[in-house]
């Protein structure tokens, strides 16, 4: 896939992600994708996002960085609270639903089976 090609479908997946953030957590898309840090309700909204997108589209940390307009080592950060996290019961099974829900999301890959 082409570089541009591959950035856009990065980007999407990264809207992608930040919404189903937004609607787990209502905060606004909008808050998640500023380039600015924003109240920590976005800030933790945007660390699911990230992460999610990371975890649920399996984008390298380099790729969410570049999708969310972020530094690579703020999305490593990211996955890391939300990792730190999982060890929370109920926290575990939120996120876990919501990569479930981006999981099937994902687009089909083209196949020969699709065409039929």
């Known amino acids: 896939m082409e570089f541009s090609k591959r950035r856009a479908a ?3 997946a990264a809207e992608l992600a930040a919404s189903v953030a ?3 957590l209502g905060v606004t898309q909008d808050e998640i994708i500023d380039e600015r840090r924003g109240s920590a309700a976005a800030a ?3 660390h699911v996002a990230m992460y999610l997108c990371h975890t649920g589209f399996e984008l390298s940390l380099a790729r969410v960085a570049v999708a969310f307009d972020r530094d690579r080592s703020t999305v490593a950060h990211a996955c890391h609270a939300i990792e730190d996290r999982r060890e929370e019961l109920q926290f575990d099974l939120w996120i876990g639903t919501l990569e479930a829900m981006l999981r099937q999301a994902a687009p ?3 196949s020969r089976d699709v065409a039929r």
């Open 108 to 110: 089909l890959a083209p």
């Open 44 to 46: 933790f909204a945007r």
């Open 10 to 12: 990065d980007v999407a």
């Open 22 to 24: 937004s609607f787990g």
